[in-house]
Every structure is written in C-alpha cells, then in structure tokens.
C-alpha cells in the first residue's frame, strides 16, 4: 500500500524539507519539476531527466489531448509507460494553456469551448473532463481546473474569477477518483489581493485536496509582488500538505519562495534557456553566443557534474550554438536541468541543518553580476 502522504523532516523558518510518498515514487521536496509539455522534457532522454536527481516531471493536458490524445495515450499504457517515466508526473488542468494558446476559446459557467492551436478543430474543456483526460494520462498529481486570472486585474474582476475557479474546483473534487498513491490538487487564485488570496485558500481547505497550488502568478506582477502574494496565501494552507508555486521561476525566485514554504514548483525556464544558448550556473547566467567564448577552454560551470560540463568546454558549446547544432540545445538543456536540481539539493540541505539563510545569500552573492549577460 503507498498512500500519498507528505512527510516534513525538517523546517528552517517557514521553510521545509521532506518526502512525498506517491504511487510512482518518492518525491524529494522542496523539488523543481522539468517541464514535459508534450510528453518528452524537450531535447532530453528521460534517463537524462532521471539522471539529474528530478524525481517528477510535469505534462500539459491541452497538449496531450490535443495530440495524440488522451485516449490514445491510454490505451498504449497511460503517459508512464509513454513517455519512458516510470516516476511520478503531474499534469496541469489545461485551463492555462486554452487561456494563452488557443484561438477562440469561449468561456461560460460549466467551462472553456476553444479551437485548437493546431488544426482549429473544437473541443470543450471542462472540470470533469480535464479530470477524466488526467485520469486517462494516469497522471500521479492530478490538477483541479481553474481560471487562470488575468493580469492586472481589478479587485471585482479577480473575485468573480477566483469564485468561478473555487466553483470548478469543487466539480473537480467531485470527478476526481480517489487510487492509493495518487492525489488531486486545488489551486489558489486571487490575483494580487491578499484578501481574496485568504479566502480562496480557506475555500479550498473547506473543499479538501491532497496538496496545494497557488496560481496566477508570474504573468508579469514582478517578484516583489510574487512574494507578497505567498506570504499572504502560505498562513491560511493546511502545514503537512504538499505547497506548490505554478510557473515559478529563476533561481532566484525558488530561493525566495522556499523561504515562504513552498515544496514543489515547475517552470519552462531550464529547458527553453537551454535551446535559446542561455546557461543557469553556479556563477550566473552566461549567453554562450557571446563571442568571449570563443576562445575559452575551461568548463561552464566547475561546480556542475553534468555532461556537458564534465566532458566539455565553454569554447565547444559555443561552436555548438554558433554552428547550429542539435547537441547544443541538448548538451544545454541538460546543464540547466542538472543546476535546478543541484539548487534544490543544496536547498534542502540547508533546511535539514538549519542552515537556510547562509545558503541562500552564499548563493546569490556567487552569482558574479559582471558575469551576466
Ligand atoms: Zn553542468
């Protein structure tokens, strides 16, 4: 029997480290979960995903059920067996990308009817189907569907919003099948406001999930703001369940909100840096375009033991990037995989000595300014 339970061993503050149990594994928290849009972390190998320390990778509903389609993709044996990821995976509700990507999308009380991105075929999202889809994906963490708020936003528009996703996220409860080891999430919505990001949390805690998210965030309110809107959400969620921040972020940004308890986050910015020849590293962040590379024979990060940085010098990515070659998005990516999962050893490292604060500002005063590019 594998319940899915989080298990805290340690706090540094309003920090913690600990263990989610899961069907599929264990999942090491804080963690930073790679992106695996369309059922592949882009220009990786799972076993090089595995080969990181990421213990979950994250799938997008709107892309799968778009193409091949969830169906599909149960019948050849659900996204695990898919995707070669036999560990835990999370997929996301849907809602956010019908919102960002889709072309005449129609939004109504019961749900979202939207065209596809791909081929303007119609299809309706609502809560009971994207639970169904997430069902049929055989998703570990399953994500209620909600609105995404849109920013800015005025207090009236963001609570007619976050009452409408409180809504779905009751219908989500009702249509999500409870299984040993799998859990279900709500998400918090609010937009900027503290009060209605109190209220939306108390809503879901009335509801009842297995873990929480708190949404709508880094769509451009900045991180000072970011970091207002946790500490006025983190106090009103339950202690031992899991906390996860959607879409967040730089490394800077998973410092600080560790710091305001947060256990699980996901972001496209390792992966989509890493083709764009943007390097994530102990030092800062390096453009390896930049022609003062050229030249340069030592690794890109000696603090890093991935591929790339064990087997390569800055000069041969560069080359890669300047020559448009395929390993060089590749060689890359997995860096940058490999430097968010180092950040978030070190990080829960730190909490389990209580040595949090030390941590972090020895980390953000490596990251040599004259470096950035
Ligand atoms: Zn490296």
Same mark, same amino acid.
């Given at each position: 029997?594998?319940?899915?339970?989080?298990?805290?061993?340690?706090?540094?503050?309003?920090?913690?480290?600990?263990?989610?149990?899961?069907?599929?594994?264990?999942?090491?928290?804080?963690?930073?979960?790679?992106?695996?849009?369309?059922?592949?972390?882009?220009?990786?190998?799972?076993?090089?995903?595995?080969?990181?320390?990421?213990?979950?990778?994250?799938?997008?509903?709107?892309?799968?059920?778009?193409?091949?389609?969830?169906?599909?993709?149960?019948?050849?044996?659900?996204?695990?067996?898919?995707?070669?990821?036999?560990?835990?995976?999370?997929?996301?509700?849907?809602?956010?990308?019908?919102?960002?990507?889709?072309?005449?999308?129609?939004?109504?009380?019961?749900?979202?009817?939207?065209?596809?991105?791909?081929?303007?075929?119609?299809?309706?999202?609502?809560?009971?189907?994207?639970?169904?889809?997430?069902?049929?994906?055989?998703?570990?963490?399953?994500?209620?569907?909600?609105?995404?708020?849109?920013?800015?936003?005025?207090?009236?528009?963001?609570?007619?919003?976050?009452?409408?996703?409180?809504?779905?996220?009751?219908?989500?409860?009702?249509?999500?099948?409870?299984?040993?080891?799998?859990?279900?999430?709500?998400?918090?919505?609010?937009?900027?406001?503290?009060?209605?990001?109190?209220?939306?949390?108390?809503?879901?805690?009335?509801?009842?999930?297995?873990?929480?998210?708190?949404?709508?965030?880094?769509?451009? $309110?900045?991180?000072?703001?970011?970091?207002?809107?946790?500490?006025?959400?983190?106090?009103?969620?339950?202690?031992?369940?899991?906390?996860?921040?959607?879409?967040?972020?730089?490394?800077?940004?998973?410092?600080?909100?560790?710091?305001?308890?947060?256990?699980?986050?996901?972001?496209?910015?390792?992966?989509?840096?890493?083709?764009?020849?943007?390097?994530?590293?102990?030092?800062?962040?390096?453009?390896?375009?930049?022609?003062?590379?050229?030249?340069?024979?030592?690794?890109?990060?000696?603090?890093?033991?991935?591929?790339?940085?064990?087997?390569?010098?800055?000069?041969?990515?560069?080359?890669?990037?300047?020559? $448009?070659?395929?390993?060089?998005?590749?060689?890359?990516?997995?860096?940058?995989?490999?430097?968010?999962?180092?950040?978030?050893?070190?990080?829960?490292?730190?909490?389990?000595?209580?040595?949090?604060?030390?941590?972090?500002?020895?980390?953000?005063?490596?990251?040599?300014?004259? $470096?950035?590019?």
């Amino acid at each position: 029997m594998t319940t899915f339970a989080h298990r805290i061993t340690a706090t540094d503050g309003a920090a913690r480290t600990g263990l989610l149990q899961t069907a599929h594994g264990d999942i090491a928290t804080p963690a930073f979960m790679p992106v695996g849009t369309a059922g592949t972390v882009k220009a990786m190998t799972a076993d090089a995903v595995r080969a990181t320390g990421a213990d979950i990778v994250l799938g997008n509903t709107y892309h799968l059920m778009l193409r091949p389609g969830a169906e599909r993709v149960a019948s050849l044996g659900g996204l695990h067996r898919f995707m070669d990821w036999p560990g835990p995976i999370l997929t996301d509700s849907g809602g956010f990308q019908v919102m960002s990507l889709a072309k005449l999308r129609k939004l109504d009380p019961d749900g979202v009817t939207f065209q596809s991105h791909l081929d303007g075929s119609t299809h309706r999202l609502t809560p009971a189907r994207s639970i169904e889809i997430q069902h049929l994906l055989d998703a570990t963490i399953t994500m209620a569907l909600d609105e995404c708020t849109s920013f800015p936003a005025t207090h009236d528009e963001a609570h007619a919003s976050m009452q409408l996703s409180m809504r779905w996220a009751e219908r989500s409860r009702d249509a999500f099948r409870q299984r040993d080891g799998y859990g279900l999430f709500g998400i918090v919505q609010g937009s900027i406001y503290p009060d209605l990001r109190a209220a939306s949390a108390r809503a879901l805690t009335t509801i009842g999930f297995d873990g929480y998210a708190v949404g709508g965030l880094a769509i451009g $309110e900045g991180q000072a703001t970011t970091f207002t809107v946790l500490d006025a959400t983190v106090p009103h969620l339950p202690t031992d369940a899991p906390r996860y921040l959607m879409g967040v972020g730089t490394p800077d940004d998973l410092i600080g909100a560790v710091q305001r308890g947060i256990d699980m986050f996901d972001c496209v910015i390792p992966t989509r840096a890493g083709r764009t020849a943007r390097a994530y590293t102990s030092r800062g962040v390096f453009n390896l375009r930049n022609a003062r590379f050229a030249d340069d024979a030592a690794p890109l990060d000696t603090a890093c033991f991935c591929l790339a940085c064990t087997r390569h010098s800055r000069a041969y990515l560069h080359h890669l990037f300047k020559a $448009e070659e395929i390993l060089g998005p590749m060689l890359l990516t997995w860096h940058n995989v490999h430097y968010y999962q180092d950040l978030m050893r070190g990080l829960r490292a730190a909490i389990a000595s209580r040595g949090l604060e030390a941590f972090a500002s020895a980390t953000r005063a490596a990251w040599a300014p004259e $470096e950035l590019s």
